[in-house]
Protein backbone atom coordinates (compact mmCIF):
# COMPACT_ATOMS: atom_id res chain seq x y z
CA UNK A 1 0.00 0.00 0.00
CA UNK A 2 1.15 3.59 -0.72
CA UNK A 3 -0.13 6.95 -0.56
CA UNK A 4 1.01 10.20 -1.18
CA UNK A 5 -0.49 13.92 -1.70
CA UNK A 6 -0.50 13.32 -5.50
CA UNK A 7 -3.70 11.72 -7.28
CA UNK A 8 -3.90 7.79 -7.00
CA UNK A 9 -1.99 6.03 -9.39
CA UNK A 10 -4.61 3.56 -10.87
CA UNK A 11 -3.12 2.63 -13.71
CA UNK A 12 0.09 1.33 -11.76
CA UNK A 13 -1.23 -0.19 -9.16
CA UNK A 14 -4.31 -2.26 -11.42
CA UNK A 15 -1.42 -3.81 -13.14
CA UNK A 16 0.22 -5.39 -10.31
CA UNK A 17 -3.49 -6.82 -8.64
CA UNK A 18 -4.19 -10.20 -8.52
CA UNK A 19 -6.56 -12.19 -10.80
CA UNK A 20 -8.02 -14.09 -7.66
CA UNK A 21 -10.78 -13.79 -4.78
CA UNK A 22 -9.93 -11.44 -1.96
CA UNK A 23 -10.75 -8.01 -0.07
CA UNK A 24 -9.61 -4.79 -1.14
CA UNK A 25 -9.26 -1.59 1.43
CA UNK A 26 -9.47 2.02 0.12
CA UNK A 27 -8.06 4.49 1.85
CA UNK A 28 -8.22 8.41 2.46
CA UNK A 29 -5.78 10.65 2.52
CA UNK A 30 -5.50 10.56 6.24
CA UNK A 31 -4.98 7.17 6.23
CA UNK A 32 -8.46 6.36 7.12
CA UNK A 33 -10.17 3.57 5.75
CA UNK A 34 -13.10 4.67 3.86
CA UNK A 35 -14.65 1.54 2.52
CA UNK A 36 -14.29 -2.39 1.90
CA UNK A 37 -14.93 -4.82 -0.22
CA UNK A 38 -14.89 -8.14 -1.51
CA UNK A 39 -14.64 -9.76 -4.97
CA UNK A 40 -14.59 -13.14 -6.40
CA UNK A 41 -12.02 -11.50 -9.20
CA UNK A 42 -10.06 -8.54 -7.47
CA UNK A 43 -8.50 -7.34 -10.65
CA UNK A 44 -11.82 -6.48 -12.65
CA UNK A 45 -13.80 -5.33 -9.55
CA UNK A 46 -11.39 -2.86 -8.99
CA UNK A 47 -10.71 -1.65 -12.63
CA UNK A 48 -14.92 -1.04 -12.68
CA UNK A 49 -14.27 2.09 -10.34
CA UNK A 50 -11.73 3.90 -12.45
CA UNK A 51 -13.87 3.28 -15.72
CA UNK A 52 -15.15 6.91 -17.25
CA UNK A 53 -18.85 6.02 -16.31
CA UNK A 54 -18.86 4.78 -12.85
CA UNK A 55 -22.57 4.97 -12.51
CA UNK A 56 -23.56 6.41 -8.63
CA UNK A 57 -22.68 9.29 -7.52
CA UNK A 58 -21.59 7.21 -4.20
CA UNK A 59 -19.46 5.88 -6.43
CA UNK A 60 -17.96 8.60 -7.83
CA UNK A 61 -17.65 10.62 -4.50
CA UNK A 62 -15.47 7.50 -3.08
CA UNK A 63 -12.98 7.45 -5.99
CA UNK A 64 -12.64 11.10 -5.79
CA UNK A 65 -10.98 10.18 -2.07
CA UNK A 66 -8.94 7.61 -2.87
CA UNK A 67 -5.35 7.98 -2.22
CA UNK A 68 -4.05 4.05 -1.57
CA UNK A 69 -5.96 1.01 -1.87
CA UNK A 70 -4.87 -2.41 0.18
CA UNK A 71 -5.71 -5.87 -1.17
CA UNK A 72 -5.49 -9.57 0.62
CA UNK A 73 -6.06 -12.28 -1.28
CA UNK A 74 -8.30 -15.23 0.29
CA UNK A 75 -8.44 -18.77 -1.33
CA UNK A 76 -12.42 -18.52 -1.35
CA UNK A 77 -14.89 -16.09 -2.11
CA UNK A 78 -16.26 -17.56 1.37
CA UNK A 79 -12.90 -16.44 2.98
CA UNK A 80 -13.60 -13.17 1.33
CA UNK A 81 -16.95 -12.54 2.71
CA UNK A 82 -15.62 -13.91 6.48
CA UNK A 83 -12.73 -11.15 6.01
CA UNK A 84 -14.85 -8.23 4.45
CA UNK A 85 -17.33 -8.49 7.34
CA UNK A 86 -14.15 -8.36 9.97
CA UNK A 87 -12.62 -5.47 8.66
CA UNK A 88 -16.15 -3.93 8.55
CA UNK A 89 -16.72 -4.50 11.78
CA UNK A 90 -13.18 -3.16 13.21
CA UNK A 91 -12.66 -0.23 10.77
CA UNK A 92 -16.59 1.13 10.70
CA UNK A 93 -15.76 2.51 6.65
CA UNK A 94 -18.36 5.38 6.14
CA UNK A 95 -19.12 4.78 2.37
CA UNK A 96 -19.89 0.90 3.68
CA UNK A 97 -23.56 -0.03 5.31
CA UNK A 98 -22.87 -0.54 8.96
CA UNK A 99 -25.08 -2.96 10.69
CA UNK A 100 -24.30 -2.14 14.51
CA UNK A 101 -24.97 -5.15 16.19
CA UNK A 102 -22.37 -7.42 17.32
CA UNK A 103 -24.46 -9.18 20.33
CA UNK A 104 -24.59 -12.77 20.45
CA UNK A 105 -28.42 -14.39 20.62
CA UNK A 106 -29.33 -16.48 23.80
CA UNK A 107 -30.07 -20.06 23.87
CA UNK A 108 -32.29 -22.02 26.57
CA UNK A 109 -29.44 -24.76 27.77
CA UNK A 110 -30.14 -28.05 29.46
CA UNK A 111 -26.59 -29.32 30.56
CA UNK A 112 -25.59 -32.79 30.18
CA UNK A 113 -25.70 -33.33 34.28
CA UNK A 114 -26.44 -36.15 36.77
CA UNK A 115 -29.40 -33.60 36.97
CA UNK A 116 -29.17 -31.50 33.99
CA UNK A 117 -29.54 -27.99 34.51
CA UNK A 118 -31.93 -25.86 32.28
CA UNK A 119 -30.67 -22.30 31.90
CA UNK A 120 -30.15 -18.93 29.58
CA UNK A 121 -26.88 -19.52 27.65
CA UNK A 122 -25.09 -16.92 25.60
CA UNK A 123 -21.78 -17.33 23.80
CA UNK A 124 -19.89 -20.10 22.14
CA UNK A 125 -20.97 -23.54 23.04
CA UNK A 126 -18.48 -24.83 25.10
CA UNK A 127 -21.16 -26.03 27.58
CA UNK A 128 -22.01 -29.35 26.85
CA UNK A 129 -25.47 -30.25 26.86
CA UNK A 130 -28.79 -29.54 24.67
CA UNK A 131 -29.10 -26.28 22.91
CA UNK A 132 -32.43 -24.45 22.17
CA UNK A 133 -32.80 -21.03 20.17
CA UNK A 134 -31.92 -18.69 19.36
CA UNK A 135 -34.18 -16.40 21.34
CA UNK A 136 -34.27 -12.94 19.71
CA UNK A 137 -34.24 -10.89 23.39
CA UNK A 138 -33.08 -12.40 26.57
CA UNK A 139 -36.50 -11.25 27.60
CA UNK A 140 -37.70 -14.06 25.45
CA UNK A 141 -35.41 -16.63 26.98
CA UNK A 142 -36.78 -15.92 30.99
CA UNK A 143 -40.21 -15.78 29.56
CA UNK A 144 -39.90 -19.01 28.80
CA UNK A 145 -38.17 -20.46 32.00
CA UNK A 146 -41.20 -19.19 33.72
CA UNK A 147 -43.17 -20.92 31.01
CA UNK A 148 -40.57 -24.55 31.69
CA UNK A 149 -41.07 -24.00 35.44
CA UNK A 150 -44.40 -24.29 35.50
CA UNK A 151 -44.47 -27.41 32.87
CA UNK A 152 -41.92 -29.40 34.27
CA UNK A 153 -40.12 -29.33 37.72
CA UNK A 154 -36.68 -29.38 36.42
CA UNK A 155 -34.04 -27.43 38.55
CA UNK A 156 -32.77 -23.64 37.48
CA UNK A 157 -30.24 -23.08 39.63
CA UNK A 158 -26.19 -22.54 39.53
CA UNK A 159 -24.60 -25.85 39.79
CA UNK A 160 -23.27 -24.14 43.14
CA UNK A 161 -26.01 -23.71 44.94
CA UNK A 162 -27.28 -27.14 43.92
CA UNK A 163 -24.46 -28.62 45.45
CA UNK A 164 -24.57 -26.97 48.87
CA UNK A 165 -28.18 -28.03 49.76
CA UNK A 166 -28.97 -30.21 52.43
CA UNK A 167 -32.40 -29.13 52.22
CA UNK A 168 -35.30 -28.52 49.32
CA UNK A 169 -35.53 -24.41 48.98
CA UNK A 170 -38.22 -22.25 48.03
CA UNK A 171 -38.43 -23.51 44.64
CA UNK A 172 -39.46 -27.02 46.09
CA UNK A 173 -42.58 -26.11 48.34
CA UNK A 174 -43.69 -24.39 45.17
CA UNK A 175 -43.84 -26.94 43.08
CA UNK A 176 -41.37 -26.02 41.01
CA UNK A 177 -39.02 -28.28 41.12
CA UNK A 178 -38.62 -31.75 41.97
CA UNK A 179 -35.50 -31.09 44.25
CA UNK A 180 -33.40 -33.48 42.85
CA UNK A 181 -30.19 -31.94 44.44
CA UNK A 182 -31.82 -34.23 48.17
CA UNK A 183 -33.10 -36.92 46.44
CA UNK A 184 -36.60 -36.13 46.42
CA UNK A 185 -37.15 -37.66 42.86
CA UNK A 186 -36.12 -40.54 41.81
CA UNK A 187 -33.00 -40.42 39.25
CA UNK A 188 -35.74 -42.02 36.36
CA UNK A 189 -38.31 -39.78 37.06
CA UNK A 190 -35.82 -36.74 36.93
CA UNK A 191 -34.99 -38.02 33.44
CA UNK A 192 -37.95 -38.44 32.15
CA UNK A 193 -39.11 -35.02 33.20
CA UNK A 194 -35.87 -33.71 31.02
CA UNK A 195 -37.12 -35.96 27.83
CA UNK A 196 -40.07 -34.33 28.06
CA UNK A 197 -39.33 -30.87 28.50
CA UNK A 198 -36.63 -31.32 25.41
CA UNK A 199 -39.72 -32.75 23.25
CA UNK A 200 -41.75 -29.53 24.35
CA UNK A 201 -39.06 -27.20 23.19
CA UNK A 202 -38.55 -29.06 20.10
CA UNK A 203 -42.08 -28.22 19.51
CA UNK A 204 -43.61 -32.07 20.01
CA UNK A 205 -46.28 -30.72 22.22
CA UNK A 206 -49.10 -33.08 21.48
CA UNK A 207 -46.18 -35.74 21.98
CA UNK A 208 -45.09 -34.61 25.07
CA UNK A 209 -49.23 -35.08 25.87
CA UNK A 210 -49.60 -37.88 24.43
CA UNK A 211 -46.56 -39.50 26.89
CA UNK A 212 -48.07 -38.04 30.33
CA UNK A 213 -52.07 -39.20 29.85
CA UNK A 214 -50.11 -42.66 29.10
CA UNK A 215 -47.92 -42.37 32.77
CA UNK A 216 -51.51 -40.56 34.30
CA UNK A 217 -53.31 -44.07 33.41
CA UNK A 218 -50.56 -46.30 34.69
CA UNK A 219 -50.15 -44.78 37.81
CA UNK A 220 -54.18 -45.10 38.35
CA UNK A 221 -54.34 -48.26 37.13
CA UNK A 222 -51.75 -48.87 40.03
CA UNK A 223 -53.61 -47.00 42.50
CA UNK A 224 -51.07 -43.98 42.42
CA UNK A 225 -53.78 -41.61 42.90
CA UNK A 226 -51.66 -38.93 44.04
CA UNK A 227 -49.05 -39.39 41.37
CA UNK A 228 -52.10 -39.93 38.53
CA UNK A 229 -53.05 -36.03 40.11
CA UNK A 230 -49.82 -34.41 39.36
CA UNK A 231 -49.65 -35.96 35.94
CA UNK A 232 -53.35 -34.82 35.32
CA UNK A 233 -52.36 -31.41 36.11
CA UNK A 234 -49.32 -31.14 33.88
CA UNK A 235 -51.31 -32.32 30.93
CA UNK A 236 -54.27 -29.61 31.90
CA UNK A 237 -51.10 -26.99 32.45
CA UNK A 238 -49.59 -27.88 28.73
CA UNK A 239 -53.29 -28.32 27.01
CA UNK A 240 -53.56 -24.65 28.15
CA UNK A 241 -50.32 -23.16 26.59
CA UNK A 242 -50.77 -25.33 23.57
CA UNK A 243 -53.91 -23.15 22.62
CA UNK A 244 -52.26 -19.58 23.46
CA UNK A 245 -48.97 -20.34 20.98
CA UNK A 246 -49.19 -20.25 17.63
CA UNK A 247 -48.15 -23.33 15.49
CA UNK A 248 -47.69 -23.08 11.82
CA UNK A 249 -47.97 -26.19 9.75
CA UNK A 250 -44.66 -25.35 7.53
CA UNK A 251 -42.60 -23.01 8.94
CA UNK A 252 -40.48 -25.43 11.19
CA UNK A 253 -36.99 -23.47 11.18
CA UNK A 254 -36.28 -19.78 9.42
CA UNK A 255 -36.27 -15.91 10.20
CA UNK A 256 -38.01 -13.30 7.45
CA UNK A 257 -36.60 -10.49 6.82
CA UNK A 258 -38.72 -7.17 6.57
CA UNK A 259 -37.66 -4.19 4.84
CA UNK A 260 -38.67 -1.10 4.45
CA UNK A 261 -37.43 2.57 3.43
CA UNK A 262 -37.94 5.90 4.03
CA UNK A 263 -35.83 8.36 2.13
CA UNK A 264 -32.29 7.58 3.57
CA UNK A 265 -33.75 5.64 6.56
CA UNK A 266 -33.67 1.63 6.43
CA UNK A 267 -35.54 -0.65 8.64
CA UNK A 268 -34.70 -4.32 8.50
CA UNK A 269 -37.11 -6.34 10.78
CA UNK A 270 -36.44 -9.83 11.56
CA UNK A 271 -38.92 -12.80 12.58
CA UNK A 272 -37.68 -15.38 14.13
CA UNK A 273 -39.92 -18.43 13.79
CA UNK A 274 -38.02 -22.09 15.57
CA UNK A 275 -39.71 -25.22 15.97
CA UNK A 276 -42.90 -24.05 14.62
CA UNK A 277 -43.12 -21.25 16.76
CA UNK A 278 -43.06 -17.24 16.10
CA UNK A 279 -39.92 -16.73 18.62
CA UNK A 280 -39.93 -12.91 18.94
CA UNK A 281 -37.97 -10.61 16.46
CA UNK A 282 -35.80 -7.60 16.13
CA UNK A 283 -35.54 -4.25 14.13
CA UNK A 284 -32.24 -2.96 12.58
CA UNK A 285 -31.57 -0.02 11.49
CA UNK A 286 -28.38 0.32 9.23
CA UNK A 287 -25.96 3.22 8.54
CA UNK A 288 -25.93 3.63 4.93
CA UNK A 289 -24.37 6.07 2.31
CA UNK A 290 -26.21 7.84 -0.38
CA UNK A 291 -27.28 6.57 -3.34
CA UNK A 292 -27.35 3.10 -2.08
CA UNK A 293 -30.21 1.21 -3.37
CA UNK A 294 -32.58 -1.46 -1.77
CA UNK A 295 -30.63 -4.33 -2.79
CA UNK A 296 -27.26 -3.29 -1.54
CA UNK A 297 -28.75 -2.86 1.47
CA UNK A 298 -30.64 -6.18 1.79
CA UNK A 299 -27.62 -7.83 0.95
CA UNK A 300 -25.25 -6.42 2.93
CA UNK A 301 -27.46 -6.64 5.75
CA UNK A 302 -27.51 -10.86 5.42
CA UNK A 303 -23.85 -10.81 4.92
CA UNK A 304 -23.04 -8.92 7.99
CA UNK A 305 -25.77 -10.52 9.96
CA UNK A 306 -25.26 -13.68 8.67
CA UNK A 307 -21.44 -14.20 8.25
CA UNK A 308 -20.37 -11.18 11.43
CA UNK A 309 -21.16 -14.41 14.01
CA UNK A 310 -19.58 -17.48 14.49
CA UNK A 311 -21.73 -19.78 12.40
CA UNK A 312 -21.02 -22.97 14.57
CA UNK A 313 -23.47 -21.95 17.20
CA UNK A 314 -26.11 -22.73 15.12
CA UNK A 315 -27.41 -19.30 14.41
CA UNK A 316 -28.50 -19.47 10.73
CA UNK A 317 -31.78 -21.08 10.17
CA UNK A 318 -32.90 -23.83 7.66
CA UNK A 319 -34.37 -21.06 5.25
CA UNK A 320 -34.26 -17.42 4.87
CA UNK A 321 -37.57 -15.98 3.33
CA UNK A 322 -36.35 -12.39 1.55
CA UNK A 323 -38.62 -10.00 0.44
CA UNK A 324 -37.08 -9.65 -2.82
CA UNK A 325 -34.31 -11.29 -5.03
CA UNK A 326 -30.50 -10.47 -4.71
CA UNK A 327 -28.90 -11.01 -8.31
CA UNK A 328 -26.23 -13.75 -6.35
CA UNK A 329 -28.77 -15.49 -4.33
CA UNK A 330 -27.32 -18.88 -5.30
CA UNK A 331 -24.10 -17.78 -4.32
CA UNK A 332 -25.42 -16.97 -0.67
CA UNK A 333 -27.63 -19.96 -0.69
CA UNK A 334 -23.86 -21.75 -1.51
CA UNK A 335 -21.64 -20.01 1.21
CA UNK A 336 -24.51 -19.97 3.79
CA UNK A 337 -24.97 -23.57 3.87
CA UNK A 338 -21.13 -24.55 3.83
CA UNK A 339 -20.00 -22.20 6.52
CA UNK A 340 -22.76 -23.43 8.68
CA UNK A 341 -22.56 -26.98 8.16
CA UNK A 342 -25.92 -27.46 6.98
CA UNK A 343 -28.43 -26.96 3.78
CA UNK A 344 -29.93 -23.22 4.10
CA UNK A 345 -32.35 -21.99 1.15
CA UNK A 346 -32.98 -18.63 0.49
CA UNK A 347 -36.62 -18.09 -0.76
CA UNK A 348 -38.14 -14.63 -2.02
CA UNK A 349 -41.12 -14.67 -3.96
CA UNK A 350 -43.40 -16.57 -2.18
CA UNK A 351 -46.90 -17.37 -1.33
CA UNK A 352 -49.67 -18.56 1.44
CA UNK A 353 -48.09 -18.47 4.84
CA UNK A 354 -44.46 -17.33 3.63
CA UNK A 355 -46.16 -14.47 2.07
CA UNK A 356 -48.38 -14.11 5.08
CA UNK A 357 -45.00 -13.68 7.46
CA UNK A 358 -42.96 -11.40 4.57
CA UNK A 359 -46.12 -8.98 5.17
CA UNK A 360 -46.39 -9.25 8.46
CA UNK A 361 -42.47 -8.28 8.84
CA UNK A 362 -42.88 -5.41 6.22
CA UNK A 363 -45.80 -3.82 8.43
CA UNK A 364 -43.15 -4.43 11.38
CA UNK A 365 -40.10 -2.89 9.80
CA UNK A 366 -42.54 0.04 8.32
CA UNK A 367 -44.08 0.31 12.60
CA UNK A 368 -40.32 0.34 13.63
CA UNK A 369 -39.01 3.34 11.50
CA UNK A 370 -41.99 5.63 12.38
CA UNK A 371 -41.60 5.12 15.51
CA UNK A 372 -38.50 5.61 15.40
CA UNK A 373 -38.31 8.92 14.01
CA UNK A 374 -41.39 9.68 16.00
CA UNK A 375 -39.57 9.78 19.00
CA UNK A 376 -36.54 11.14 17.35
CA UNK A 377 -38.72 13.82 16.38
CA UNK A 378 -39.91 14.57 19.64
CA UNK A 379 -37.15 14.62 21.30
CA UNK A 380 -35.57 17.56 18.91
CA UNK A 381 -38.91 19.33 19.69
CA UNK A 382 -37.92 19.39 23.35
CA UNK A 383 -34.46 20.36 23.43
CA UNK A 384 -35.83 23.15 21.44
CA UNK A 385 -38.42 23.96 23.98
CA UNK A 386 -35.30 23.99 26.40
CA UNK A 387 -32.96 25.87 24.37
CA UNK A 388 -35.59 28.71 24.82
CA UNK A 389 -35.53 28.52 28.03
CA UNK A 390 -31.75 29.17 28.47
CA UNK A 391 -30.74 30.87 25.21
CA UNK A 392 -27.53 29.05 24.34
CA UNK A 393 -25.98 30.97 21.00
CA UNK A 394 -24.94 27.16 19.31
CA UNK A 395 -28.28 25.41 20.57
CA UNK A 396 -28.19 22.50 23.01
CA UNK A 397 -26.88 19.47 21.23
CA UNK A 398 -25.27 17.52 24.44
CA UNK A 399 -26.75 17.02 27.34
CA UNK A 400 -25.35 15.52 30.58
CA UNK A 401 -26.43 14.42 33.95
CA UNK A 402 -24.99 13.37 37.38
CA UNK A 403 -26.50 11.79 39.94
CA UNK A 404 -25.07 9.74 43.50
CA UNK A 405 -26.65 6.84 44.97
CA UNK A 406 -25.82 4.73 48.28
CA UNK A 407 -27.10 3.28 51.41
CA UNK A 408 -25.91 4.53 54.11
CA UNK A 409 -22.94 6.07 53.09
CA UNK A 410 -22.06 2.36 51.83
CA UNK A 411 -21.53 1.42 47.93
CA UNK A 412 -21.38 4.70 46.53
CA UNK A 413 -22.15 5.06 42.93
CA UNK A 414 -22.01 7.76 40.81
CA UNK A 415 -23.80 8.47 37.25
CA UNK A 416 -23.30 10.30 34.29
CA UNK A 417 -26.02 9.71 31.92
CA UNK A 418 -25.92 11.64 27.98
CA UNK A 419 -28.28 12.14 26.11
CA UNK A 420 -28.25 13.96 22.47
CA UNK A 421 -31.01 15.33 20.11
CA UNK A 422 -31.86 12.00 19.18
CA UNK A 423 -32.43 10.59 22.65
CA UNK A 424 -30.14 8.19 25.58
CA UNK A 425 -26.55 8.07 24.02
CA UNK A 426 -26.16 4.89 25.95
CA UNK A 427 -22.67 4.50 24.57
CA UNK A 428 -21.62 7.35 26.28
CA UNK A 429 -23.21 6.55 29.94
CA UNK A 430 -20.75 5.93 32.60
CA UNK A 431 -20.27 5.01 36.40
CA UNK A 432 -18.17 5.69 39.09
CA UNK A 433 -17.03 3.43 42.16
CA UNK A 434 -16.49 6.40 44.56
CA UNK A 435 -13.76 6.09 47.19
CA UNK A 436 -11.84 7.73 49.44
CA UNK A 437 -14.29 10.22 50.51
CA UNK A 438 -16.30 10.29 53.78
CA UNK A 439 -19.31 8.13 53.55
CA UNK A 440 -22.65 9.66 53.28
CA UNK A 441 -20.59 13.04 51.74
CA UNK A 442 -23.07 13.56 48.75
CA UNK A 443 -21.02 16.73 48.06
CA UNK A 444 -17.55 14.71 47.96
CA UNK A 445 -19.12 12.37 46.02
CA UNK A 446 -20.43 14.74 43.35
CA UNK A 447 -16.84 16.41 43.14
CA UNK A 448 -15.39 12.88 42.56
CA UNK A 449 -17.57 12.13 40.04
CA UNK A 450 -17.01 15.14 38.24
CA UNK A 451 -12.77 14.55 38.48
CA UNK A 452 -13.34 11.22 36.95
CA UNK A 453 -15.48 12.80 33.81
CA UNK A 454 -13.92 16.26 33.03
CA UNK A 455 -10.49 15.85 35.06
CA UNK A 456 -8.08 15.16 32.27
CA UNK A 457 -10.25 16.33 29.14
CA UNK A 458 -8.61 17.31 25.85
CA UNK A 459 -9.65 19.11 22.63
CA UNK A 460 -10.63 16.13 21.07
CA UNK A 461 -13.27 14.97 24.00
CA UNK A 462 -17.16 15.24 23.72
CA UNK A 463 -18.13 18.28 26.12
CA UNK A 464 -22.00 19.00 26.99
CA UNK A 465 -23.78 22.37 25.97
CA UNK A 466 -25.43 21.80 29.68
CA UNK A 467 -24.72 20.17 32.67
CA UNK A 468 -27.28 18.74 35.25
CA UNK A 469 -26.59 17.93 38.95
CA UNK A 470 -29.77 15.79 40.37
CA UNK A 471 -29.86 18.33 43.84
CA UNK A 472 -30.12 21.82 45.41
CA UNK A 473 -28.24 24.61 45.84
CA UNK A 474 -25.24 22.25 47.89
CA UNK A 475 -24.40 20.17 45.01
CA UNK A 476 -24.59 23.18 42.54
CA UNK A 477 -22.25 25.28 44.70
CA UNK A 478 -19.80 21.89 44.41
CA UNK A 479 -19.77 21.65 40.89
CA UNK A 480 -19.64 25.16 40.39
CA UNK A 481 -16.11 25.57 42.34
CA UNK A 482 -15.09 21.77 40.52
CA UNK A 483 -15.49 23.78 37.02
CA UNK A 484 -13.17 27.32 38.32
CA UNK A 485 -10.44 25.22 39.54
CA UNK A 486 -10.70 23.31 36.64
CA UNK A 487 -10.47 26.57 33.94
CA UNK A 488 -11.34 25.05 30.84
CA UNK A 489 -11.78 27.16 27.59
CA UNK A 490 -15.38 26.58 27.02
CA UNK A 491 -17.76 26.03 30.11
CA UNK A 492 -20.79 24.28 29.94
CA UNK A 493 -23.73 25.42 31.30
CA UNK A 494 -24.41 24.18 35.21
CA UNK A 495 -27.97 23.17 36.07
CA UNK A 496 -28.90 22.12 39.29
CA UNK A 497 -32.22 20.10 39.75
CA UNK A 498 -34.30 20.54 43.28
CA UNK A 499 -37.20 18.15 43.81
CA UNK A 500 -40.21 19.98 45.08
CA UNK A 501 -41.38 19.41 48.34
CA UNK A 502 -43.46 16.88 47.71
CA UNK A 503 -40.93 15.33 45.32
CA UNK A 504 -43.67 14.66 43.09
CA UNK A 505 -43.08 15.12 39.29
CA UNK A 506 -44.06 18.53 37.85
CA UNK A 507 -42.88 20.51 40.72
CA UNK A 508 -38.59 20.50 40.05
CA UNK A 509 -36.98 23.34 40.39
CA UNK A 510 -34.31 24.34 38.21
CA UNK A 511 -31.27 26.28 39.70
CA UNK A 512 -28.36 28.18 37.22
CA UNK A 513 -25.17 28.05 38.29
CA UNK A 514 -23.87 31.26 39.57
CA UNK A 515 -26.57 33.60 40.36
CA UNK A 516 -28.69 30.43 41.31
CA UNK A 517 -31.60 31.66 40.04
CA UNK A 518 -34.46 29.34 40.23
CA UNK A 519 -36.77 28.38 37.42
CA UNK A 520 -39.94 26.76 37.66
CA UNK A 521 -41.21 25.20 34.37
CA UNK A 522 -45.44 24.22 34.34
CA UNK A 523 -46.20 20.74 34.00
CA UNK A 524 -46.93 20.59 30.79
CA UNK A 525 -43.91 22.28 29.59
CA UNK A 526 -41.78 19.58 27.00
CA UNK A 527 -38.43 21.07 27.83
CA UNK A 528 -39.23 20.23 31.84
CA UNK A 529 -40.05 16.52 30.59
CA UNK A 530 -36.75 16.57 28.97
CA UNK A 531 -35.63 17.59 32.18
CA UNK A 532 -37.04 14.96 34.26
CA UNK A 533 -36.64 11.90 31.52
CA UNK A 534 -32.61 12.99 31.88
CA UNK A 535 -32.62 12.97 35.55
CA UNK A 536 -35.05 9.72 35.84
CA UNK A 537 -32.35 8.08 33.73
CA UNK A 538 -29.46 9.26 35.70
CA UNK A 539 -30.98 8.23 38.75
CA UNK A 540 -32.33 4.58 37.61
CA UNK A 541 -28.66 4.13 36.07
CA UNK A 542 -27.08 4.76 39.81
CA UNK A 543 -29.44 2.90 41.61
CA UNK A 544 -28.73 0.28 38.97
CA UNK A 545 -25.00 -0.07 39.65
CA UNK A 546 -25.51 0.69 43.65
CA UNK A 547 -27.96 -2.08 44.12
CA UNK A 548 -25.67 -4.76 42.05
CA UNK A 549 -22.54 -3.35 44.14
CA UNK A 550 -24.45 -3.77 47.53
CA UNK A 551 -25.89 -7.24 46.63
CA UNK A 552 -22.55 -8.24 45.58
CA UNK A 553 -21.04 -7.50 48.78
CA UNK A 554 -24.06 -8.88 50.71
CA UNK A 555 -23.16 -12.06 48.93
CA UNK A 556 -19.47 -12.27 50.52
CA UNK A 557 -19.52 -14.58 53.20
CA UNK A 558 -18.74 -13.38 56.76
CA UNK A 559 -16.46 -16.72 56.72
CA UNK A 560 -14.18 -15.40 53.70
CA UNK A 561 -12.57 -12.93 55.83
CA UNK A 562 -11.29 -15.74 57.90
CA UNK A 563 -7.48 -16.87 57.70
CA UNK A 564 -7.40 -20.38 56.89
CA UNK A 565 -10.85 -20.94 55.85
CA UNK A 566 -10.43 -21.89 51.90
CA UNK A 567 -13.75 -22.69 49.97
CA UNK A 568 -13.90 -26.26 51.03
CA UNK A 569 -14.10 -25.66 54.66
CA UNK A 570 -16.34 -22.59 53.82
CA UNK A 571 -18.94 -25.06 51.89
CA UNK A 572 -18.24 -28.01 54.76
CA UNK A 573 -19.46 -25.62 57.66
CA UNK A 574 -22.30 -24.13 55.65
CA UNK A 575 -23.70 -27.64 54.42
CA UNK A 576 -22.70 -29.27 57.86
CA UNK A 577 -24.50 -26.39 60.04
CA UNK A 578 -27.29 -25.72 57.91
CA UNK A 579 -26.26 -22.29 56.34
CA UNK A 580 -24.32 -19.17 57.88
CA UNK A 581 -26.91 -18.44 60.47
CA UNK A 582 -26.55 -21.91 62.15
CA UNK A 583 -22.64 -21.16 61.93
CA UNK A 584 -23.07 -18.13 64.25
CA UNK A 585 -24.65 -19.19 66.33
CA UNK A 586 -22.69 -22.75 67.04
CA UNK A 587 -20.23 -22.75 69.72
CA UNK A 588 -16.68 -24.18 69.54
CA UNK A 589 -17.55 -27.75 70.38
CA UNK A 590 -20.09 -27.90 67.24
CA UNK A 591 -17.86 -26.12 65.14
CA UNK A 592 -15.16 -28.63 65.82
CA UNK A 593 -17.65 -31.56 64.77
CA UNK A 594 -17.56 -30.30 60.98
CA UNK A 595 -15.62 -32.55 58.78
CA UNK A 596 -11.92 -30.94 58.51
CA UNK A 597 -12.06 -28.45 61.03
CA UNK A 598 -9.82 -28.68 64.03
CA UNK A 599 -10.40 -27.45 67.53
CA UNK A 600 -7.85 -24.83 67.04
CA UNK A 601 -9.59 -23.66 64.16
CA UNK A 602 -12.80 -23.93 65.59
CA UNK A 603 -11.59 -21.26 68.23
CA UNK A 604 -10.60 -19.01 65.81
CA UNK A 605 -13.82 -19.17 63.80
CA UNK A 606 -15.42 -18.82 66.88
CA UNK A 607 -13.70 -15.78 67.75
CA UNK A 608 -13.75 -14.49 64.63
CA UNK A 609 -17.43 -14.56 64.16
CA UNK A 610 -18.17 -13.22 67.73
CA UNK A 611 -15.67 -10.16 67.59
CA UNK A 612 -17.89 -8.43 64.99
Not at 378 to 404: P, T
Not at 508 to 525: D, K
Not at 545 to 567: F, M, N, V, Y
Request: hydrophobic content about 35%; glycine content about 6%; charged content about 25%.
Amino acid sequence: MSSSSTPFDHQAFLASVSQQAGVYRMYDGQQTVIYVGKAKQLKKRLASYFRKDVGSNKTKALVKQIAAIDVTVTHTEGEALLLENNYIKKYQPKYNILLRDDKSYPYLLITDHKHPKLGLHRGGKKVKGDYFGPYPTVGAVWESLRLMQKLFPIRQCEDSYYRARSRPCLQYQLGRCSAPCVDKISQQDYQQQVGLAKLFLKGKNSEVIDQLVAKMEAASTELAFEQAAKYRDQIATLRKVQQQQFVSGIAAEMDVVGFYRHKSQVCLHLLFIRDHKILGSKSYFPTIPLDTSDQEVLQAFIEQHYFGFDLKTGKVPKELVLPYKLENVKDIEQLLSEHAQHEVKVSYNVRSERAQYIKLANTNAETALTTKNSHKESMQARFAALNEVFELDNGINRIECFDISHTMGQQTIASNVVFNQEGPLKSDYRRYNVHGITPGDDYAAMAFALNKRYGKVTSTDKMPDIVFIDGGKGQLAKAEQFFAELDLATTPLLVGVAKGESRKPGLETLILAGSHQLISLPGSSPALHLVQHIRDESHRFAITGHRAKRQKASKKSTLEEIPGIGAKKRQALLKYLGGLQEVVKADVTSLAKVPGISDSLAQIIYDALHDK
